[in-house]
Every structure is written in C-alpha cells, then in structure tokens.
C-alpha cells in the first residue's frame, strides 16, 4: 500500500480578481445590514461569517485570512448595533483559523465544508460572548438556538461555497 503525503506547497491556493475579492464582502455586509429588515428569517444567517470563511479556506494563507476577516468585521460592527470591535475581533480570529486550517483539510468536499463552518460558527459565537462578558454585559448563552443557528448557516455555507467556488483562480 503506498501512502502519499502532499506538501505545504502542493496544496491548491486560490486567488480572486478584485472585483471579487471585495464585491462579495460587501454585497454579504449590504444583505447582513439591510435584508433582515424587511425579510425576518434572513437574521438566522451570518453572510459576512459565511464569506470570512470561505476565501480563509480558498487562499490558505493565515495573513491574508486574518487581514480579511479584520475588514469584514470592522465593517460588519459599523453596520450593525453592536460595539465596535465585537464582530472584528471575531471575525479576524475566525479568518486566521480558517486559512490555517485550510491548508491541513479537505476544504473543497461539501461534507468538511459543512462540519468546519458548523464549528467555526460556534467558535465565533463563543468569542463574542466572552467578548461581551468582558465588556461588563452578561450575556445568556442559548445552547439549543445556536446549535440551530450553526446547522443553517452550514447549510447555507455548503450551497454559498458551491457557488463561489466559480470565480477562484489558481495561483
């Protein structure tokens, strides 16, 4: 039986044309800031988590996917009501952890990209609680609501990833 290991530097890296690299951003933060408003259901999604995500997994590259998640929260936080820093802390340790793991998984199979964005949604909302805690607030911490939450953004995720999978661009 022979058994291949693929190097560091095998590994497929993707890149995307500027038009994409910052229109889905902030089309995911227009339809975060704006949708829900009229669309209820449309508060259960994460889009601006969702997008994080996927170019950290595409790109493979933790700066880039720390940088990244930095700019989509900041500007996530000056969007929504929350204070400003929250969703940006969040979303750049997300980003980090996304690329970094992207580089050690199989992030193009539908099945690994629904269980890491299931972990990656709890993990991000475990950071913002913290995060409010130390702000002084005391958050309450609904198990069952964001178990469910975290089940619809990875389904989301494996339909949005599929369909942003057509602009990459290898390296």
Not at 6 to 12: A, F, H, N, P, Y
Not at 142 to 157: E, F, I
């Amino acid at each position: 039986m022979n058994l291949t290991y693929t190097s560091r530097e095998q590994v497929e890296v993707y890149r995307f044309s500027w038009p994409v690299a910052i229109g889905v951003p902030l089309l995911a933060l227009f339809l975060q800031a704006f949708v829900p408003v009229h669309v209820y259901f449309f508060r259960a999604f994460d889009l601006p988590l969702l997008v994080t995500i996927f170019f950290g997994i595409s790109r493979r590259n933790p700066i880039t996917g720390l940088s990244t998640g930095a700019a989509i929260g900041i500007f996530q936080d000056a969007l929504s009501h929350q204070p400003i820093g929250l969703f940006g802390i969040a979303k750049t340790c997300i980003g980090y952890l996304a690329s970094s793991i992207g580089v050690k998984l199989d992030v193009d199979n539908p099945g690994s990209r629904f269980l890491m964005t299931y972990a990656f949604y709890i993990v991000h909302q475990m950071i913002c609680y913290a995060l409010r805690g130390m702000m002084g607030e005391s958050p309450a911490w609904h198990w069952g609501h964001d178990l469910g939450l975290a089940l619809a953004n990875s389904l989301l995720a494996v339909v949005l990833f599929a369909g942003l999978d057509r602009f990459k661009q290898r390296t």
